[in-house]
């Protein structure tokens, strides 16, 4: 399948109705596992700061930690499309993210890259966009900005703010996104959001009303040291990864995940 076949295939699930189920991989085995049990989209998160780097936050990770990591990952996948992160301070500029995000294509192996960011990262999606590059969005709540939120705290509660992510989300459609994450926001914006919007949306702590979930891999089986509200151990009732992962996917397909448990008001 080619590129641009894998990234038009979400339209395609979101007209369905099909929901799209999606988790993180750093390595080329956890890919090839995600692959056998028929993941939609694999995405490089940053979050691999975290939880394979061991720092508090996101903002260490370097373009040459996300090239190398989607590297592993992309050699894992056959047919399955791949998303990488942009990492923070890799797209200040048009210029810098076209060159950037040509890299994580080129060396990496991604199809599509992910940005953090609304209206002030405008510019830079549209010039991603008219060059030929498949765009994930990402808003609600932004990892790389988590010192100006004060901590990973819950996006879009007044309705101020939930008017400006709304607004961001259309305006990212327009300037020619193919997806959205959208995280910690409350379930009932985020139904408005997708909605509103032709392209899917993929939730994390958004609520079962998106086109589709996100989760990072190593909350779905316990290996983060703690659950965040919006994941589930998956491992405890499935017993083994593989397993862990089908339910997962299963879940995430047939709306049983997220529960309100998993999902903020
Ligand atoms: O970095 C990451 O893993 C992410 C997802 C959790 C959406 O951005």
């Known amino acids: 399948m080619k590129g641009s076949q894998r990234v038009s295939r979400l339209r395609e699930l979101k007209k369905s109705g099909e929901k799209i189920a999606s988790l993180t991989a750093y390595d080329a085995s956890f890919a090839r596992l995600l692959e056998k049990a028929g993941i939609d ?20 990770v370097s373009m040459e930690d996300m ?26 500029d048009s210029v810098q993210a076209l060159n950037n995000a040509r890299r994580l294509i080129n060396e990496g192996g991604a199809h599509m890259v992910k940005l953090e960011g609304g209206s002030e ?37 007044n309705e101020e703010d939930a008017g400006r992510i709304l607004a961001d989300a259309i305006a990212l459609e327009h300037a020619g996104v193919d997806m959205i994450v959208l995280e910690c926001i409350p379930r009932l914006l985020a139904a408005k959001i997708s909605v509103a919007l032709s392209i899917p949306t993929i939730g994390i702590g958004a609520g079962v009303d998106c086109d589709g979930q996100i989760l990072v891999m190593y909350d779905v089986i316990g ?27 299963t879940a995430v397909k047939n709306g049983t995940f997220p529960t309100s448990a998993q999902s903020f008001d």
């Open 41 to 60: 989209f694999v995405l490089v998160g940053d979050s691999l700061g975290m939880v394979l780097q061991g720092e508090a936050d996101t903002l260490k």
């Open 67 to 92: 090239i190398y990591h989607t590297r592993l990952v992309s050699r894992g996948l056959q047919q399955t499309l791949l998303v990488a992160d942009m990492p923070c301070n890799s797209y200040t």
């Open 121 to 157: 990262i405008l510019d830079q999606v549209k010039s991603l966009c008219q060059n030929g590059v498949a765009v994930c969005g990402h808003l609600g709540l932004q990892p790389q900005s988590v010192h100006k939120y004060g901590g990973y705290k819950v996006q879009g509660r």
């Open 223 to 249: 290996l983060s040291g703690y659950i965040p509200k919006m994941a589930n151990d998956f491992l405890q009732q499935g017993g083994s990864i593989s397993t862990a992962v089908s339910n997962y996917i």
